[in-house]
């Protein structure tokens, strides 16, 4: 499976960025999707997730209400909507994708077993 993320850059705080990411590889869209992401210095955390079917979504606390989440299976993208960006944003964000068909719970970090290079996101102040 290959992830191909795309749509980072710089913004200015309060501002908004749309990240997709890709995936091929496989026939089948049934897999949860989520994207990560990893400050310098910090651990990395699982951002956003959605389930095969689009049904289920998970948030972290710090993004809930800025940030949406969305798949189109037609075209086996994911994309991440970013709303009133913060300094605190900024990150490398990783789009990464399960193995097993049809799980449904996009919240567990451990599910996720395919990574796609990040693509930065740089809030400024």
């Known amino acids: 499976v290959q992830l191909q993320a795309y749509g980072g850059g710089l913004v200015q705080a309060g501002g908004s960025l749309r990240l997709s990411c890709a995936a091929s590889?496989?026939?089948?869209?049934?897999?949860?999707m989520g994207w990560f992401r990893q400050a310098p210095g910090k651990e990395r955390e699982l951002v956003a997730g959605?389930?095969?079917?689009?049904?289920?979504?998970y948030y972290a606390d710090s993004v809930k209400g800025r940030f949406t989440i969305s798949r189109d299976n037609a075209e086996n993208t994911v994309h991440l909507q970013m709303n009133s960006l913060r300094p605190e944003d900024t990150a490398l964000y990783f789009c990464a994708t399960d193995r097993t068909e049809y799980s449904d719970n996009p919240a567990l970090d451990w599910l996720y077993d395919y990574w796609g290079p990040g693509t930065l996101v740089t809030v400024s102040s």
């Open positions: 959605i389930s095969w079917s689009g049904g289920s979504t």
């Open positions: 590889g496989r026939t089948s869209s049934a897999y949860i």
